[in-house]
């Protein structure tokens, strides 16, 4: 079945015929446009899915310090961790952030509100997505020193292939993850609800704008 | 796209020829392809069955995304794909009553057949295969129909299953092994899915087989005789393909009419209700196109006759070339086939009715005398029409036909005139 | 003698589908008049509001509407904390928690319309065995549509001397057998519409059937808006397409004026 028309073989050109023709090629071609729009646009997220993919508010009241909850975004495993003013120390040691791929943030792996060395809207909670960049995996919460090896001061540990992030989520080199863990939309509705899947009244960020989630 | 006129194939086009004649192939058979000139609207109907084909192969496939062939879930996968699929509710409507305009297109394309000897030598297997294509089609609109698991689809699904039951012996083994339990249920939907997946391709070969069939002698014309050289066609491009064009360009218009403002006319209030085995609805019927061989079914009061009615109405559309005695295939020339034909129109309608309601009073016995009129029309009339008939002369040739009713005074050959 | 053909066969066509409409012996229908009716129909929101709020005080004691969700109210004019304040009137089931133990928590916009009862069987127990059906899809599942539904609220009546009404049922003029297990749901002034427009039985009735016709069916303002694109586009295509076919035709009706 043809979609276009073309003229009769062999015969004048009258210029209303060849007028008409294109003008029902055109036309013909643009219904068949219109009509594979729906289509393809029936594959997009239906409505369920993206109101499945509306913001979670997370009770942290009963997470203590050093430990990790790990909760369901998007299908994403998302690390809360709340991390002891120890641990915090380590994440501003200048021995550590030498061996840090990135240890500045400045590939975009997180919302402008996290571009800190905390990388997080309050220091002492921790918000990540769980997924390692390298392939997928999910890391490992290490915080104690020496747990994963010799000279570890806590992070996390990727059993896939090795890699390495400290307790900030930022990338170790000579691992073969490329980018620091992703850090989602997040903010504090209160002291002890965090919700992750919105940023703070002002903000924009969205976790698809990352390098790698 | 296609190639051209043979003299401006570029390279590519020649490359590829060379190697697989696609483009030799269509040139020869959709831009060159000799058709009789005098073909009126009715053989558009075959092209538009052929987009319908594909208008429900790709909104299905489209479907079949996003839905759950389970008993627990497929209600509302197809509720869900209604309201939170982006345009889920344009593709499902479009799939719903494309059955319906699909088997609606098929009707009208095999009447004409009827009316205008199609159905004649050369063309017998043409038209069996035809025949074949309508059986699957009525097969996959059956199968299609007990997925959404609506009141209907159960229920009909559990009427129609269960008429194998009907064979002695071995029935009651028979439907148990289609159902796959000792009910209609999920292994059933399950596999009624499968195959109504599958059964659309199987329809896609067939199809192929009845265009080369057309093709080894060309379409028959509304005067039923030959065309007896090169003043009686005109090559299919560009004629036929933009008359195709047109035809399916109003044909859209009825169809989107139906798809946007009454999407549910043609369908049954009771499949909006989810499968209860438990409760039968008030009035179980198959959907409109099914409803003539439902209403032959019902029929007769014997179990095992009735499916057998219902059959041989399928399979005496199988015999017709043989039934048929007359040598004269347009019903143009045949003045008494030509009156008799809208008979068995009239009585496909009537058995059509019958069929929606219940099976009582007045209908039971329009439902027998439309039964009988039906193999009365094609086992004696058929034969003896054909044998007592005396036909209209028949004109010399088709050129000649269409010259004289247009009063003639044009040069001969590719300036001869059309009707239509 | 071909057209004498054709009309004889679409006059048989209208008279067999004007025949296989399904005969009915209740009274015709009442048709107080839809603004969702005719080609450009739409659905006049006040109405939708009324009527969720009827659905929400009268009808939600009985009847579930489990395909709806919360967020599905946002087609009303409700805004997002509006929608989540409806919402978290009702208590949904979750769980288990990390104690293995199901909880109750407020429902949420993403939640389907919490039901009156866990389930049929609780349903039937507090109605006498009936049960009164989801309302999701009630419209398109009733011959009658819109029409059905407000015949049916507002055909509640005594019955007449001669007929015999089983215990405990209702007498409505439109409901098939004319015994509905139902008493009537609306009044005058059932409900207190909270922009204090006035709520006599038709127009509860009329603003209950609108959101019900939503319900079953909220895309029905897309589609007849889609439609009139895609006729107008389709008609203009024709017109091209047929000039276009008269044209390439002309040389083989040369001579024909």
Not at chain 1, 1 to 6: C, Y
Not at chain 2, 227 to 255: A, C, E, N, W
Request: charged share 15%.
């Amino acid at each position: 079945m043809t979609d276009t028309v073309q003229a009769p073989h062999g015969h004048d050109g009258e210029s209303r015929r060849d007028f008409l023709t294109l003008a029902a090629s055109a036309i013909t071609g643009v219904g068949a446009a219109c009509t594979l729009w729906p289509l393809i646009s029936s594959m997009e997220p239906a409505q369920d899915v993206l109101a499945a993919g509306a913001p979670v508010d997370i009770d942290i009241k009963a997470l203590q310090p050093g430990q990790q909850m790990v909760v369901l975004w998007r299908s994403h495993p998302v690390f809360i961790a709340r991390r002891t003013p120890d641990e915090l120390k380590t994440l501003q040691d200048q021995k550590e952030l030498a061996q840090l791929r990135d240890p500045d943030s400045g590939i975009l792996q997180q919302p402008d509100y996290a571009k800190n060395w905390h990388r997080s809207v309050k220091p002492e909670y921790f918000v990540v997505v769980g997924i390692c960049t390298h392939l997928g995996c999910i890391p490992e919460f290490q915080p104690k020193p020496e747990s994963v090896g010799p000279g570890w001061e806590g992070g996390y540990f990727c059993p896939c292939h090795g890699s390495r992030y400290d307790l900030a989520g930022r990338v170790f080199q000579g691992v073969p993850a490329p980018y620091n863990l992703p850090v989602p939309p997040h903010h504090f509705v209160s002291d002890t609800v965090v919700r992750i899947g919105e940023n703070p009244p002002g903000e924009t960020f969205d976790l698809n704008d990352v390098e790698q989630i | 796209m296609a190639a051209p006129s043979s003299q401006k194939q570029n390279a590519l086009v020649r490359w590829i020829d060379h190697r697989l004649p696609v483009f030799a192939f269509m040139q020869h058979e959709l831009y060159d392809y000799p058709t009789p000139r005098n073909l009126s609207y009715w053989w558009n109907f075959g092209s538009l069955a052929g987009i319908m084909l594909v208008i429900m192969m790709v909104t299905g496939i489209v479907l079949a995304m996003q839905y759950t062939p389970h008993v627990d879930y497929a209600f509302n996968s197809v509720e869900r794909i209604m309201r939170d699929v982006e345009w889920g509710w344009l593709i499902r409507y479009i799939h719903m009553n494309g059955a319906s305009f699909f088997f609606a297109v098929v009707y009208i394309h095999l009447f004409r057949g009827l009316y205008f000897g199609s159905y004649k030598e050369p063309r017998e297997l043409l038209w069996m295969l035809g025949v074949v294509i309508l059986v699957l089609m009525m097969a996959t609109a059956f199968m299609g129909y007990v997925l959404p698991w609506g009141q209907m689809s159960y229920w009909g699904a559990t009427v129609i299953t269960n008429l194998f039951s009907a064979i002695p012996g071995v029935g009651q083994d028979i439907v148990t092994w289609l159902w796959g339990g000792f009910a209609v249920g999920n292994p059933t939907l399950n596999r009624f899915f499968s195959l109504h997946y599958l059964l659309p391709f199987i329809i896609v070969g067939v199809v192929l087989l009845h265009l080369i069939a057309l093709h080894q002698h060309g379409s028959n014309n509304p005067l039923g005789i030959d065309r007896k050289g090169p003043q009686d066609s005109i090559p299919f491009h560009p004629y036929y393909t933009i008359k195709d064009m047109f035809g399916l360009s109003v044909f859209l218009v009825i169809y989107a009419a139906f798809v946007f403002y009454v999407p549910n006319l043609l369908g049954n209030v009771q499949n909006y209700i989810p499968a209860n085995p438990l409760q039968t609805p008030p009035e179980i019927v198959p959907e409109w196109y099914l409803l003539p061989y439902y209403a032959i079914l019902r029929s007769i009061p014997s179990k095992l006759l009735g499916v057998c009615a219902m059959f041989g109405a399928i399979v005496t559309l199988f015999l017709l070339p043989w039934l048929d005695t007359s040598r004269v295939r347009s019903a143009f020339f045949r003045p008494v086939y030509k009156w008799v034909f809208w008979l068995l129109v009239a009585d496909c309608l009537m058995l059509g009715y019958v069929g929606a309601h219940r099976p009582e009073g007045i209908n039971i016995v329009l439902g027998r005398i439309g039964t009988f009129y039906y193999f009365l029309h094609f086992y004696v009339l058929f034969p003896l029409i054909g044998k007592f008939e005396r036909p209209l002369p028949l004109p010399t040739s088709i050129s000649a036909a269409v010259l004289a009713k247009h009063g003639g005074g044009a040069a001969p050959a590719s300036a001869a005139m059309e009707k239509h | 003698m071909r057209r004498l053909h054709a009309a004889a066969a679409a006059a048989l066509l209208a008279l067999a589908a004007g025949a296989a409409l399904a005969e009915d012996e209740t009274p015709a229908l009442k048709s107080p008049g839809w603004s969702f009716d005719g080609i450009f129909g739409t659905f006049d929101r006040a109405a939708l509001q009324h009527g969720f709020q009827i659905y929400s005080e009268v009808c939600s004691n009985c009847h579930s509407m489990s395909l709806l969700r919360y967020r599905d109210l946002a087609a009303l004019g409700y805004s997002d904390d509006e929608i989540k304040a409806i919402a978290a009137q009702k208590q949904v089931t979750a769980g288990p928690n990390d104690q293995g133990e199901m909880f109750q928590r407020a429902a949420q916009p993403a939640d389907n319309f919490v039901p009156p009862f866990p389930n049929e069987q609780a349903n039937r127990a507090a109605h006498n065995g009936a049960l009164p059906p989801d309302l999701s899809l009630i419209i398109k599942q009733r011959d009658g549509g819109a029409d059905y539904c407000y015949s049916l609220l507002t055909g509640f009546k005594a019955a007449p001397a001669d007929f015999k009404l089983g215990d405990g049922m209702n007498y409505d003029d439109y409901f098939p057998g004319h015994q509905i297990a139902m008493p009537q749901p609306l009044q005058d002034d059932s409900v207190a519409y909270a922009d204090k427009a006035p709520a006599p039985l038709s127009q509860e009735a009329h603003d209950v059937c609108t959101f019900l016709t939503w319900a079953s069916e909220p895309t029905l303002e897309a589609r007849k808006q889609t439609g009139a694109k895609v006729m107008l586009f389709l008609l203009v295509m024709s017109v091209v397409l047929y000039g276009a076919k008269r044209k390439i035709w002309a040389e083989v009706h040369s001579g024909h004026a």
